[in-house]
């Protein structure tokens, strides 16, 4: 299992950017061979898959529809580690924003079991 800490977070107004950052510990293997994704939770809602990458060729394969076109997953496995940059912003992507591995199973995407790390925090000013 992978043990992750998100980085990056913090406060900026509409049009901003922020780069957030996830660092995966435990095997190397591990992580170079797991499909990863950004999670997000505002307050009083669900927690909503933000964007997913590809364990095996790097690309992103998943993105929700409110976030396409603003917000770019990547990942460095020589750094265990994935990143979200996240441009204009909107104070609608206010939450708190979780990277995990997942599955993919039957045409969605299902976080593995393990723990979640802290989360950071994005909040957007209008």
């Known amino acids: 299992q992978l043990q992750v800490v998100e980085s990056g977070g913090g406060l900026v107004q509409a049009g901003g950017s922020l780069r957030l950052s996830c660092e995966a510990s435990g095997s190397r293997n591990t992580f170079m061979y797991s499909d990863m994704a950004w999670y997000r939770q505002a307050p009083g809602k669900q927690r909503e898959l933000v964007a997913a990458?590809?364990?095996?060729?790097?690309?992103?394969?998943k993105y929700a529809d409110s976030v396409r076109g603003r917000f770019t997953i990547s990942r460095s496995n020589a750094k265990n580690t994935v990143y979200l940059q996240m441009d204009a912003l909107e104070p609608e992507d206010t939450a708190l924003y979780y990277c995990?591995?997942?599955?993919?199973?039957?045409?969605?995407?299902?976080?593995?079991?393990?723990?979640w790390g802290q989360g950071t925090q994005v909040t957007v000013s209008s």
């Open positions: 995990h591995a997942v599955v993919r199973a039957g045409g969605t995407l299902i976080p593995t079991s393990g723990s």
């Open positions: 990458i590809s364990s095996r060729t790097g690309d992103s394969f």
